[in-house]
């Protein structure tokens, strides 16, 4: 029994140093077009600066419904196996109201002539 409450103990314990935070995850229904913020990968795939602006807004008319911008911008450096990107999120649902900044760094493989792998910091 001494070791049953040990144990017990120990699991309320160390359940009871954690935190939980519930969370709403900001939507994306046109990933075509919001790629850098679903994928930092993305960035610098292209062979040009491409800058993007989206809202969404979703259960209109209805009180504290989501709303969601983003502002993405990414380019290649002159090195063209690095990318860099910056994105900001401004997602608003309820009470609740989530500003971010991302800053994308982005390493491209040329694995064939018609193909690319891209890892992220």
Do not use: C
């Not at 994105?87 to 609740?96: E, F, V």
């Amino acid at each position: 029994m001494k070791t049953l409450k040990k144990i017990t103990t120990g699991l309320i314990l160390a359940l009871s140093s954690f935190g939980l935070h519930a969370q709403q995850d900001p939507m994306y229904t046109h990933y075509m077009y919001n790629t850098l913020m679903v994928n930092p990968g993305y960035a610098g795939s292209r062979d040009a600066l491409s800058d993007t602006a989206l809202h969404r807004s979703q259960w209109i008319d209805f009180n504290g419904a989501p709303i969601t911008q983003t502002v993405t911008a990414h380019a290649p450096l002159r090195n063209e196996h690095i990318g860099v990107g910056l994105s900001m999120m401004n997602d608003k649902i309820g009470p609740t109201n989530n500003t971010s900044v991302f800053a994308d760094f982005a390493y491209i493989l040329n694995v064939t002539k018609k193909s690319k792998l891209a890892f992220w910091v």
